[in-house]
């Protein structure tokens, strides 16, 4: 299994090259899955997407995960609302909770846990939000595997169990909700542990040759190294040759001056 994962600042062209690169993989024979986590592969592909893989290509699907509709609560709503119900809170405060910009990519994450378990897919090619949104999404997703033990620490069975569970009604669906937020976490943490094994994924960055772009994938880099997710590759994009021919002409070549010729071999 391989997973690559795209991102890059805003603009750079990521999610075009995270296409181009699941049509690479499925031109190659395997079947691939491109995960938007954003809004960008749809109009890369220019196709709609849906919550679901789309089969686009022999050996090529696509999808874009988007938060659940009230009527499809996504996992971490759905665990929200039993936990409100189970403590006599107010349940729609739930609601609010879950479409934090934090708690939705969460839930994106959870998705791409899914696909990944399914094993109907070889390759994936993910297409992240911009650099530094992919960065604190990274960084959560680590602290939600450390925390694990933390929060649900595994509980131990007790002869007393079936019992409790016969006389009261209500400590029942307090162990089940106690179950449910821990398996979220557990995935969570699968998935953690998927994207820092260097053998079966990758980062990659998208930028431009701009001085700004630049020095914030080199920001990037560092932040990726303290968390152990590697980075494998950086594509600069949007470099016009200089036989680009006329209809170029008129574009901004600002770019030129923060490119290097390669030192000699």
Known sequence: M???LLTGKGGAGASTLAAATAV???GAGRRTLAFGVGHGLAAAFARPLGQRPVPLAADLWALEAVPGRHD???PFLDWLRDLFAWRNMDETVADDIAALPGVVDLARLL????QVESGKFDAFVVDSPALRHTLDLLVALD?????LDRMFPPRQPTMLDPFLR????AATDGEEVYERGRELLLRLS?????LSDPDSASVRLVLTADRGSLAEAQRAVTALSLFAYPADAAFCNRILPDEAGPWAGARPRSPARHQRPAPAA
């Open 2 to 4: 391989r997973l690559i």
């Open 24 to 26: 690479a993989f499925a």
């Open 72 to 74: 499809e609560p996504g």
């Open 111 to 114: 998705a791409l846990h899914d």
């Open 143 to 147: 602290a939600a595997a450390r925390s």
């Open 166 to 169: 016969a006389l009261s009604g």
């Open 190 to 194: 699968r998935l953690r542990g998927t």
